[in-house]
């Protein structure tokens, strides 16, 4: 069987999910650029059928960037900037990390359009928690989308009853206090963890896009959703992605 991704270029990538740019740092080699290339044209095409939607869900309507080796920093493998709305994968340590950082950016994407009154800089996640006013259409009720957005956040910060914190922030709170740290427990990151174990689950072929949910020393720590929690999230994951897919794609077939 042929692999049809083994002549892919950051140039089809582009064009393909309309990207607003490709950046690959100067260090790069040619062999470790195609490389890299095969790699990530493989994670998106993944990840654009576990989400059930169209290129330009990927790109969030052309207003994403990429890098790759460049811009890093020391010591992280990958990073989402919201100032420049890119994602950064560093050339030697990003592998299992775009899932992650293609869900910081699809949060902070939605921060304006799904709650009223936010800055340009807001997540969504961050304004679910902090209780801020769902954007209402014309009828003077929320978007049945950006409900379903809202009972994700909900499945991961909370439990079940929504009258306590989740497992998954329990554990992420112990673990930012015994490293004195605050990171974990961070509701952007509590998400961007969340949607990685959804999509692991969904059993992707490439594991650029994702892997160590469920056996890593992360896992193990309970920083990844876990028993019945991680079915009601990958559960409400679905629900969302599912219907926002079939959302877009008859929004394509009206534009053509």
Known sequence: MVDSFTHSNFVDIRRQFDFRGIEVGRWVTSA?????????????????????GPEPLI???????LQYGKGGRPGVAAHYMPA????????????????????????????DKMFERQSVSQFASESWLNEASIKRGKQGLPHPLNQLLARCFHAILLNEKGDA???????????????????????????A????????????????????????????AGLYPKNDQRIRINDAFQRYFSLLGSALYREESTNR
Not at 59 to 65: F, V
Not at 173 to 182: P, S, V
Request: hydrophobic content about 40%; proline content about 3%.
């Open 32 to 52: 470790e650029r195609d490389r890299a290339a095969v790699n990530f044209h493989r994670a998106l095409v993944d990840l654009m059928l576990i989400l059930q």
């Open 59 to 65: 790109s969030l309507r052309g207003t994403l960037g």
């Open 84 to 111: 420049t709305r890119q994602l950064s994968l560093a050339k030697n340590a990003g592998s299992g990390a775009l899932a992650h950082e293609w869900f910081h950016a699809f949060d902070h994407f939605m921060g």
């Open 165 to 191: 914190p989740s497992d998954l922030f329990t554990a992420s709170r112990e673990a930012d206090e015994n490293l004195k740290i605050i990171y974990y427990a961070k509701p952007v990151e509590l998400c």
């Open 193 to 220: 963890r969340a949607f990685e174990a959804y999509v692991e689950d969904s059993n992707p072929s490439s594991s650029f896009l994702v892997s160590g949910t469920r056996h890593s020393k992360e896992a193990s």
